[in-house]
């Protein structure tokens, strides 16, 4: 039986174990996509095969127009009401809680498969805080992904907070103490630590000592998203429009759905669709909402989502870009660039710092103690997100962790610390 590392995330996932190397060595991740060892957190539930399928073929097949229902950001259900809701497919229904049970025991089986024995214990990653402010949902959320590991089959699940793999992975290449900021941006959230770490210190049985601070937010890249998709695709489609009625304007809610990953699906139901064309008829630019209504019809809802996505994405390496809408009946190419991405996101990435002074503060640490910042989480790539981290410890080293392989590698680390 192997104890084994687990990143479920928000946006991508991955799995390691520890193969006996020497001297702390050995660590790796197991191939769960093909040859890939990062999983999009995808589920996929296919009408005209009456299949499901995780990943990138999920992704794959809802692109290519297979009749089915896509889900993604499933990880930001914890913690909220919504993971013991429910939602139709072709057949039934099925709980949000049963579709990450879904994925979670195919990403077990897969990876058995590919390390060619069983799991038994698992170290899960979590964010700081699955939900700001709210202790009882926080328990609540951990309580509730122990419970689905459990059920995939795991025999032992504990946790550890996500930044704190992190620097655990980080430590395995240092060759002196640092006291040092890991900053873990993920998906759907933003988390921090401040930590003590060293050779000497890597063998220690009890590390609570070297973490002198442990902070996070509910503020990840599927958010960047969201508000990018509000301020450059969803004004197309008819948000902050006038009603035919003086003073009113569109309703907000739609657009904030259609421009939220785990919220999209909600919009494919025919009361959503008479909802729409109500607001069609009461509209001052009917041509806008045509749109909308086309994109919700035609469930294209995820296709939007993604090529806000890319757009972002591009934004980290170009200068500008095009995003294209296709509404189903037409399409619409829109120039966005680098000063849109910041002015619609800019309050996020302000929003990414102050907790960063928070976290600082809370260690008891000034930002020139820092010796070095670790970077990991795809959203640290964007140009914004990482200003805004480097500014609160400007003179330190920067570190560039494996993006989307640290959080895993740093949990295996934990794991085979626990259970051998």
Not at 148 to 170: H, T
Not at 289 to 300: A, N, T
Not at 331 to 337: G, H, T, Y
Not at 340 to 350: E, I, K, P, R
């Amino acid at each position: 039986m192997t104890a084994c590392g687990l990143d479920f995330g928000t946006s991508n996932t991955t799995l390691g174990v520890h193969d006996g190397g020497v001297d702390g060595g050995g660590f790796r991740l197991l191939a769960l996509d093909g040859v890939r060892t990062t999983l999009p957190t995808a589920v996929f539930f296919d009408f005209e095969a009456d299949a499901v399928t995780i990943g990138q073929a999920a992704v794959d097949s809802y692109v290519s127009g297979v009749e089915g229902r896509l889900m993604r950001s499933i990880k930001s259900m914890l913690g909220t009401d919504l993971i013991d809701a429910d939602t139709a497919l072709r057949k039934g229904r099925i709980s949000f809680r049963a579709v990450i049970g879904t994925f979670l025991d195919t990403v077990k089986g897969r990876a058995e498969a590919a390390l060619g024995a069983p799991l038994s214990d698992v170290v899960v990653g979590r964010p700081v805080h699955f939900v700001d402010g709210d202790p009882a949902g926080d328990a609540a959320a951990e309580e509730t992904l122990g419970a689905i590991a459990k059920a995939a089959g795991f025999r032992n699940v504990s946790f550890q907070f996500e930044p704190i793999a992190a620097a655990l992975d980080y430590e395995q290449q240092v060759s002196g103490e640092e006291l040092a900021l890991i900053a873990d941006i993920g998906g759907g959230t933003s988390d921090f630590s401040v930590v003590r770490i060293g050779p000497e210190r890597r063998g220690r049985p009890d590390r609570s000592g070297d973490i002198l601070a442990n902070d996070g937010i509910r503020v990840g890249g599927t958010d960047f998203d969201r508000d990018l998709s509000l301020a450059t695709a969803m004004p197309e489609l008819g948000h902050g429009s006038a009603m035919k009625r003086v003073g009113l304007l569109a309703p907000k809610s739609v657009y904030f759905d259609l421009a939220t990953w785990s919220k999209i699906n909600f919009l494919y139901t025919n009361k959503a669709l008479s909802d729409l064309e109500r607001l069609h008829r009461d509209s001052a630019a009917p041509e806008k909402i045509e749109r909308l209504i086309g994109i919700v019809e035609h469930r294209q809802g995820h296709a939007l989502a993604m090529a806000v996505e890319r757009a972002k994405i591009a934004l980290s390496d170009h200068d500008e870009t095009r995003l294209a809408l296709d509404w189903g009946d037409g399409e619409l190419s829109l120039p966005i660039d680098v000063a849109g991405l910041n002015q619609a996101t800019g309050a996020l990435a302000a929003r990414i710092g102050t907790r960063i002074r928070d976290c600082l503060s809370e260690a008891g640490v000034t930002p020139d103690r820092i010796d070095a910042v670790f970077l990991t989480g795809g959203s640290t790539l964007l140009p914004q997100v990482r200003a805004a981290i480097l500014a609160e410890a400007p003179g330190a080293r920067v570190v560039e962790g494996n993006i989307f392989g640290s959080v895993g590698l740093g949990l295996t680390v934990e794991a085979q610390r626990r259970y051998g």
